[in-house]
């Protein structure tokens, strides 16, 4: 059963930082494309940072410069290290595959996220 569970939201100002991180429990996670996702009000979930099974790290041009992806395989953990953060990087944000995990052809698997406001 894969599970994801994300912590480490909470509300700054803009300019502050965060640090989320993500246990996943799957197997062969060392194996796995992992990512980041958003969900800010009013939009769809949107990846913004993946990172390969090797450490490549990929990110959307709205959060490239001032987020950091990370992985641990030894904890089956990743982390999103952000920086400078502006009130658009308000939302909520997810960990998962990259291509999301899919137990069965018809259905993703998502933790609950953790919320993310900044505001001044």
């Known amino acids: 059963q894969v599970q994801l569970v994300e912590s480490g939201g909470g509300s700054v100002q803009p300019g502050e930082s965060l640090r989320l991180s993500c246990v996943v429990s799957i197997g062969r996670f060392n194996d796995r494309n992992m990512a980041w996702y958003r969900r800010a009000p009013g939009y769809q979930r949107e990846l913004i940072a993946a990172i390969s099974t090797i450490g490549v790290p990929y990110y959307t041009a709205s959060v490239e410069g001032r987020f950091t992806i990370s992985r641990r395989n030894f904890e089956s953990t990743i982390y999103l290290q952000m920086n400078d953060l502006k009130p658009e990087d308000t939302g909520v944000y997810y960990c998962?595959?990259?291509?999301?995990?899919?137990?069965?052809?018809?259905?993703?698997?998502w933790g609950e996220g953790t919320q993310v406001n900044v505001s001044s």
């Open positions: 998962n595959g990259d291509p999301p995990f899919r137990p069965t052809p018809s259905m993703e698997v």
